[in-house]
């Protein structure tokens, strides 16, 4: 998105003065913004790219990430409203499998085609949804969405031990051994 002269102009179906976003959810709008205060935000600065190109976020904003030409990085709660009024290029659910659910009403599930609908209706075919988690139990959103990609191209799941999920150098030893998997 930094790399376009003007990415609003670029997507046909956004206005000049829309904010580009890419939220990421979380349990509680306290975890997200943890993560993208955290996380992200220490990722953005450890980033030469970002540096070389200007592009730091703004270090007087402590809400949101800006950076320039109007792109954001958003925190966002597990309420399905979370996503409401925002030009959503990528979304990041975190932990789905754990969003509230009662009987009838799956939050995951709703958050999922809220954002989907707004991605679609801005970014036609350029936008991206990642949902992270652990499953809660055998037909969850998480897991039906698992199913659903055996059938369905444009869903990519991969179902991974968390071990094999971290960086490679996150283990000093550097040996790994297979227990029964």
Avoid at 88 to 94: E, F, N, Q, S, V
Avoid at 112 to 130: E, G, M, P, T, V
Avoid at 137 to 158: A, H, V
Wanted: hydrophobic share 35%; proline share 6%; glycine share 6%.
């Amino acid at each position: 998105l930094l790399r376009l002269k003007n990415p609003q102009k670029y997507f046909p179906n956004l206005s000049s003065g829309s904010k580009i976003a890419i939220m990421n959810m979380s349990l509680t709008g306290t975890q997200a913004k943890d993560v993208v205060f955290g996380q992200i935000s220490a990722r953005v600065e450890q980033c030469k790219w970002f540096r070389e190109h200007g592009f730091e976020p703004d270090p007087d904003v402590k809400s949101v990430l800006r950076f320039p030409k109007d792109i954001y990085v958003l925190p966002g709660s597990s309420k399905e409203t979370a996503p409401a009024g925002y030009d959503i290029i990528a979304g990041i659910m975190d932990e789905a499998a754990w969003y509230t659910e009662t009987e009838g009403h799956d939050v995951a599930e709703e958050i999922y085609y809220n954002l989907q609908r707004s991605s679609k209706s801005r970014f036609i075919d350029d936008w991206l949804l990642i949902m992270l988690s652990s499953p809660r139990y055998t037909d969850d959103f998480i897991e039906r969405k698992g199913k659903e990609s055996e059938t369905d191209p444009s869903i990519f799941f991969r179902r991974r031990p968390s071990w094999r999920s971290q960086m490679p150098n996150t283990y000093k030893s550097g040996k790994v051994f297979s227990y029964g998997v």
